[in-house]
């Protein structure tokens, strides 16, 4: 059973820079995918970036090109935010699949494992 752990997470104003964490465990196998979703209050949950631990590709949406950067080290994942926005505020969610990321890894449904998530908020 994949576990994943995020951290990192807090308040930070516009224009300032936050990392979270999500740390795995359980994986059985070498290939998978790893990535980050968002979801703020009365919205639906969106995919923020990606990353195929298999071969290092790394997937982002439009809105935080740029800005974001995924990357692995280990069983760590790390998501660098940039530049932070106040439509950037949301509970950030982790989650994990085994294979590669493929064009729709931004769909929430496919997704098999989820962290708890951990809050970001970006206010003056």
């Known amino acids: 059973q994949v576990q994943l752990a995020e951290s990192g997470g807090g308040s930070v104003q516009p224009g300032g820079s936050l990392g979270l964490s999500c740390t795995a465990s359980?994986?059985?196998?070498?290939?998978?995918?790893l990535a980050w979703f968002r979801q703020a209050p009365g919205k639906e949950r969106e995919g923020v970036a990606a990353?195929?631990?298999?071969?290092?590709s790394t997937y982002y949406a439009d809105s935080v090109t740029g800005r974001f950067t995924i990357s692995q080290d280990n069983a760590k994942n790390t998501l660098q935010m940039t530049s932070l926005k106040a439509e950037d505020t949301a509970m950030y969610y982790c989650?994990?699949?085994?294979?590669?990321?493929?064009?729709?890894?931004?769909?929430?449904?496919?997704?098999?494992?989820w962290g708890q998530g951990t809050q970001v908020t970006v206010s003056s």
């Open positions: 989650a994990a699949e085994y294979g590669p990321c493929g064009g729709f890894w931004y769909l929430p449904a496919r997704w098999v494992y």
């Open positions: 359980g994986y059985t196998e070498r290939d998978y995918c």
């Open positions: 990353i195929f631990i298999g071969g290092g």
